[in-house]
């Protein structure tokens, strides 16, 4: 049963328990599930003729409960427990100490009587409780016996502070196996096999492999975890040169410590938001005890002094944080500040007894993430959502140059104009797009740029309402919460429009590891285009009329200039010399050109449907600008524009939609896939 709606109201149903069935339901703007007299879960539904009810319906989500679950539109799940039972169990951690006041002073809402459990702890609440029954003496010690027995069969367990500290000077990579997100919903296809996935990370060099084994919100299971560590030791040329295993979970009791010895992690998760003082200790000491150096998660100073005192010597800052999700990458850089004040030595290369090794979690990306943590002293970053979205992860991790070398060649290899652009396809641009649902599914299918087109005469037309949406999605889905601005994309500072166009790609393929808004205009004022801008929050601007080159510092954005491929006419002569008249009209105003198919005589171009001469552009990226294609491309045709042009980036609308100003979800997905895949096999020899 589906019900579109954020509001759930129920009146009696006339049964004889003289209760009320509505105080079975819990109830938020994000999601729902509603509760029988049992707590057992069962569909919504909806009774009401007053007007004061119907006024509270909306329909901006879309609700699915079921006997185990409930989820919407936004990949969102609820537990199958009750809030009650929810903020029971989460009680139970801090109840036991002798100081609650104390060993809880970090913990997010303790003992605020209005607090709302942040999803964090939802989730934790819900490990909980799904492990209550499993816990005896006799249990715990039986795991300790497999856990040993496993060691036996399979070799010893691997430290993980040695691990990472004898990398240097590379940076150790955690890379991590994620089925499924709570903010991101299932990234991967569900038969993905963990063990072909973590063996690729391991043969491209990923020190220890992360894997997520909570079964709900991210779809995990201890199975992918046995996966990991059989399939990654098979490859590995001795015992000790495999990669380490991480079980990352959500860990709350000795039992799942052993549980993951018992299935092949070396370490553990363990996170300081959700753990009072005493237990973390605890944790951390019975981890030991099996041979297991834990790996301690915090996010904010108070959970650092909690790692601290808890006696962690495997610190990772989580620079998402987990209460709401956001992410700042700066985080790390003030825990290492911290880590200083306190007088605690954390050099990747420190040999003391006493040093700490820090690690960076969520949000890195890119070569320029890894060696901003590498200036600071980091000895490991953890990357997954960006592996996992890779058609091929072991390209991806390599181009993390983990070795300060490997960066400083990379570097020094653009530093200078080419003469022709050769990194092929490393944009992907869905347009036309008109709601947050939309863009939603064109991130989550590979999309770097989502546009939005601000022209009336377009039937993709959007207001200033729906461009918010999608910002939002797109911002929500990249976990950021402000524009990129001009100043962001950097330029060589030259007057050669080929060295400026070169160097801003670079500049934008790095901003673009997150998703980024474009608003389309077209012949349109400039205070107009600049309101929008500022208003909805647009990352990058698209002139698409006969504005010039010069228009766009005008604009209030980093701004890519359209350029017209005429067709329909006897043009040979004006093919001859396409190239040698660009490069005298382009000027440094833009941070990209973008060539788009346009009708002879028309007027402005854009909307076709139809393909230019891609020859041209190549013609033109051979001159050593890069380029995006857009016009008449789809699933069908975007791999034959890539395998000849490899141009830098290309852009569909039309050719993915279901109708006009509505994408067609499989076709966003097939075309974002072949791009992808494309891009790849023609890089081939480059």
């Known amino acids: 049963t589906v019900l579109q709606t954020d509001w759930i109201g129920l009146n009696d149903n006339g049964d004889d328990d003289n209760d009320d069935d509505s105080n079975f339901i819990t109830s938020n703007p ?83 009587a209005n607090h709302e459990m942040s999803m964090l702890q939802i989730i934790t609440a819900t490990r909980i409780l799904d492990y209550q029954g499993k816990q005896s003496p006799e249990s715990l010690q039986q795991l300790e016996q497999d856990a040993v027995t496993f060691a036996k069969e399979h070799g010893p367990i691997l430290d993980l502070a040695s691990v990472v500290s004898s990398q240097y000077p590379s940076m150790a990579l955690a890379a991590e196996f994620k089925r499924a997100s709570p903010s991101k919903g299932r990234m991967v296809d569900a038969d993905l096999s963990c063990g072909d996935q973590t063996a690729q990370y391991a043969r491209a060099g990923a020190n220890v492999i992360s894997v997520l084994t909570e079964p709900t919100w991210f779809q995990g299971s201890l199975e992918d975890l046995r996966q990991a560590r059989e399939r990654t030791a098979k490859s590995a040329a001795s015992a000790s040169s495999r990669p380490a295993i991480l079980r990352k979970e959500f860990v709350v009791n000795e039992y ?60 990772g800052v989580n620079n998402r944080n987990l209460h709401t999700f956001q992410m700042d990458l700066n985080t790390t850089n003030v825990m290492a500040q911290q880590l200083s004040k306190a007088g605690k030595t954390y050099a990747h290369n420190a040999e003391a007894a006493d040093n700490i090794i820090l690690c960076s979690l969520s949000g890195m990306s890119t070569a320029d993430d890894v060696d901003r943590y590498r200036q600071i002293g980091v000895g490991m970053c953890l990357i997954g959502e960006s592996l996992m979205r890779s058609p091929d992860p072991q390209l991806a991790i390599r181009s993390l140059c983990l070795n300060p070398t490997e960066y400083e060649k990379s570097k020094s290899s653009t530093a200078t104009a080419s003469a022709s652009y050769t990194r092929g396809t490393q944009i992907v641009k869905v347009c036309g797009i008109t709601s947050g649902s939309d863009a939603t599914v064109a991130c989550q299918a590979g999309a770097n740029w989502i546009g939005c087109i ?39 500072n030259s007057n050669n429009p080929v060295a400026h166009f070169q160097q801003t790609a670079l500049t934008l393929e790095r901003k673009s590891k997150r998703p980024l ?66 490069l005298s009209e382009a000027t440094t105003d833009p941070v990209a050109l973008l060539l788009d198919t346009s009708i002879k005589g028309a007027g402005a171009g854009g909307g076709t ?33 890539i395998s000849q042009v490899r141009p830098w980036g290309v852009d569909v609308s039309s050719g993915v939609e279901e109708k006009p100003g509505t994408k067609d979800v499989q076709k966003v997905k097939a075309f974002c896939q072949t791009a992808r895949s494309t891009a790849l096999e023609s890089a081939k020899g480059f």
């Not at 309402?465 to 402000?482: H, L, M, P, Y």
């Open 30 to 112: 994000s999601n729902f599930v509603c509760y029988d007299d049992d707590y057992n879960t069962v569909n919504a539904f909806l009774i009401t003729s007053l007007p004061s009810q119907k006024a509270r319906m909306t329909t901006s989500l879309a609700a699915t409960s079921t006997k185990a679950t409930a989820t919407t539109t936004a990949n969102k799940i609820t537990s199958p427990y009750t809030p009650e039972q929810l903020q029971t169990a989460l009680d139970i951690l801090w109840r036991s100490s002798k100081q609650p006041d104390y060993d809880a002073r970090h913990i997010y809402g303790y003992k605020d």
């Open 256 to 315: 799942m410590i052993a549980e993951a010895a018992a299935n092949g992690a070396d370490t553990v998760l363990l996170i300081v938001a959700v753990l009072p003082q005493h237990l973390l200790t605890t944790l951390i000491d019975y981890s030991r005890s099996l041979g297991m150096e834990p790996l301690v998660e915090v996010h904010a100073m108070e959970e650092l002094e909690v790692a601290l005192e808890a006696d962690a010597k495997v610190i």
């Open 454 to 492: 601000f022209v009336p005469k377009s039937k993709r037309c959007v207001t200033k309402e729906q461009a918010k949406d999608i910002v939002s999605a797109v911002r929500t889905f990249g976990e950021r919460t402000e524009a990129v601005t001009a100043t962001d994309i950097s330029t060589s």
């Open 517 to 582: 808004v474009v608003g389309v205009f077209q012949n349109q004022d400039s205070a107009f285009i600049k309101e929008m801008v500022k208003e909805c929050g647009l990352d990058l601007v698209q002139l698409h009329g006969k504005e010039g080159m010069q228009a766009c510092a005008e604009t209030g954005a980093p701004t890519i200039r359209v350029v017209d491929m005429e067709i329909g006419g006897d043009d040979a002569a004006e093919k001859s010399n396409f190239v040698e008249s660009l």
């Open 609 to 641: 449907g139809q393909t230019f001469d891609w020859n041209l552009a190549e013609q033109v990226q051979n001159a050593g600008i890069p380029v995006l294609i857009a016009g008449g491309l789809q699933p069908e045709n975007v791999g034959d524009c």
